[in-house]
Nanobody
Framework: QVQLVESGGGLVQPGGSLRLSCAAS????????MSWYRQAPEKQRELVAT???????AYPSSVQGRFTISRDNAKNMVYLQMLSLKPEDTAVYYC?????????????WGQGTQVTVSS
């Protein structure tokens, strides 16, 4: 029911920055949790950042202090500002939404956007 489309990925130098965007087809105010995940080749998909409908935010230690997640309810958009990028940040970044309703809890994923950090 929820379609997510990521954009903003690309090639950057180490120490550079990128801002990723996630456009949701539904009002994100009604989405309980939105998150960014990433997956590098041959590695497990890992959580990068999460934000709840009430505005609570959490990051793993690997990106704490460098990445910032934010949302714009009016635009149904979620963003990930990435600073001081490192080669190990190279991955496909995915937008994720968790909704809760009469049907229970459901997970939705975007198709991903490639981020490459290389000199």
């Amino acid at each position: 029911q929820v379609q997510l489309v990521e954009s903003g990925g690309g090639l950057v130098q180490p120490g550079g920055s990128l801002r990723l965007s996630c456009a949701a087809s539904e009002n994100i105010f009604s989405i309980n949790t939105m998150s960014w995940y990433r997956q590098a080749p041959e590695k497990q998909r890992e959580l990068v950042a999460t934000i709840t409908s009430s505005g609570n935010i959490a990051y793993p230690s690997s990106v704490q202090g460098r990445f910032t997640i934010s949302r714009d309810n009016a635009k149904n958009m979620v963003y990930l500002q990435m600073l001081s990028l490192k080669p190990e940040d190279t991955a496909v970044y995915y937008c994720n939404a968790v909704t809760k309703g009469y049907y229970g809890s459901r997970n939705y994923w975007g198709q991903g956007t490639q981020v490459t950090v290389s000199s």
